[in-house]
């Protein structure tokens, strides 16, 4: 049977190309299938790659743009930035749907992202089931599902051990943020399955919970790792690279910039000392050739066997792509659910070690409670990393090898991908 799905991302750039990395290997796994991602555009951040995406269009994975009025300036715990464009949404699956002749797929369902949870409503509206696509971890999926029975005490059914209140993100501290997310969490057990961005051998007990749970807990696929891996640098041959951008007054507004003139912020004569490789004045003592650089691209610094250690936010999508490359990282949580990301790797998966796990405050949410981390911590967590950190380490390239084998045919990814698939088939009506 051929079928048709309807994919619906967030807005930001990572939901975005994990989301469309994830169409992709569906599309390897079954000729039959095919897919339009419906990309929501509310600002110029992400205008070349949608340009880049459109551009790719083909028969079997093709990429509608819908635009909001507005760009969002500030975050808050709602989703009636999305919740608004529901009626476009509805009218590019209608006029798709209107252009089927008797050989098109049938529609089997939406896939949406975490954050737009609302478009199960329009997936209701044409008769068809909605699916997850949830671009974080299991352990967190597991917390967020589980928040609806929380009150005091912490024993998180996804974790092996207890979570401490220090530990719990901002989110969680906000009535506001708390009430939004409980609410996100219901929505999810209205769809008929999740795909979750992990591997069945990095979060066997959060995976377990999942698929043992209440009846209103929906299967989860441990589909991941879903990661954008195409290298388009000029390979990143420099014996240092450093990456320096103009700060933003507030990165919701706009994103940090790069300088127009390297020079002019620099030391003088840097820039030419970099280029240097005999020996002569101080600066090119260096031996080697560096490189200021503005946007860094980490994946490809990542691959390079020289990485000894990562110094990370803990972010879901940086977390993955150090597993894959086997390069083991001090986590450093900035904001969002990257605490309990932290908390999971340091203590629960032994996979990290510290700079510090918890902090009052949240980059984006809490301005203002922020702590400061200071230099002796940074220090310390570094030398833990490379000096202290073999068990880590050793860890750490048995996970990236099994991440591997997960992708393979037989592997546990893979076989989730099929079964993910099988499900969807035997879903529609």
């Known amino acids: 049977m051929k079928m048709e799905m309807i994919f619906i991302p967030s807005p930001a750039t990572g939901h975005l190309m994990a989301t469309v990395e994830m ?186 919970f999942l698929s043992n749970g209440d009846s209103d807990t929906p299967p989860a696929y441990s589909v991941g790792p879903v990661l954008h891996l195409k290298n388009d640098t000029d390979g990143s041959g420099h014996r240092f690279l450093w990456s320096l951008r103009r700060a933003s007054p507030n990165v919701m507004k706009e994103p940090p910039r790069e300088f127009s003139n390297l020079e002019e912020i620099l030391p003088e004569g840097f820039i030419d000392g970099m280029k240097c490789k005999s020996h002569g004045p101080r600066i090119s003592n260096m031996k080697a050739r560096g490189k200021v650089i503005g946007w860094a691209p980490q994946a490809a610094v990542l691959e390079k066997p020289a990485v000894g250690g990562f110094i990370s936010h803990g972010g879901w999508n940086s977390t993955l792509e150090s597993l894959w490359f086997g390069v083991p990282t001090a986590i450093w949580p900035l904001y969002a659910e990257q605490k309990f990301n932290t908390f999971e790797m340091v203590e629960e998966l032994g996979l990290s070690v510290e700079i510090r796990k918890y902090w009052r405050g949240d980059l984006l949410l809490g301005r203002t409670e922020m702590e400061l981390v200071t230099a002796e911590e940074i220090e310390r967590g570094i030398r833990v990393l490379m000096e202290q950190g073999s068990d880590v380490r050793k860890r750490v390239k048995e996970i990236s090898e099994k991440c591997t084998v997960a992708l393979m045919d037989g592997g546990s990814s893979r076989i989730a991908l099929r079964k993910f698939l099988q499900d969807v088939a035997d879903n529609i009506a």
């Not at 995406?53 to 083909?58: G, I, K, R, V, Y």
């Not at 476009?88 to 797929?105: C, G, H, I, M």
């Not at 044409?126 to 974080?136: D, I, K, Q």
Request: glycine share 4%; with cysteine.
């Open 23 to 208: 169409a992709e290997r569906l599309l390897d796994e079954n000729n039959r299938l095919s897919i339009t991602v419906i990309i929501i555009s509310f600002n110029s951040k992400t205008t070349s790659i949608i340009a880049a995406l459109t551009a790719a269009s083909n028969t079997r994975l093709r990429y509608e743009v819908i635009s909001g009025e507005e760009q969002p300036t500030d975050l808050t715990a709602t989703d009636s930035h999305v919740q608004i464009l529901k009626p476009l949404v509805k009218d590019a699956v209608a006029k798709l749907l209107e252009q089927t002749r008797p050989d098109s797929p049938r529609l089997a369902g939406f896939v949406v992202d975490m954050y737009c949870t609302c478009m199960i409503d329009v997936a209701d509206e044409f008769g068809v089931p909605s699916y997850l696509f949830y671009t974080s971890n299991a352990g967190f999926l597991g917390l967020l599902l589980h928040m609806q029975f929380m009150y005091a005490e912490l024993v998180v059914p996804s974790l092996t051990r207890p979570y401490p209140l220090k530990c719990l993100p901002y989110i969680f501290k906000s009535k506001e943020w708390f009430s939004f997310f409980r609410t996100q969490a219901r929505r999810f057990r209205e769809t008929k399955g999740i795909l979750v961005n992990t591997v069945a051998e990095l979060e066997p007990h959060a995976l377990k």
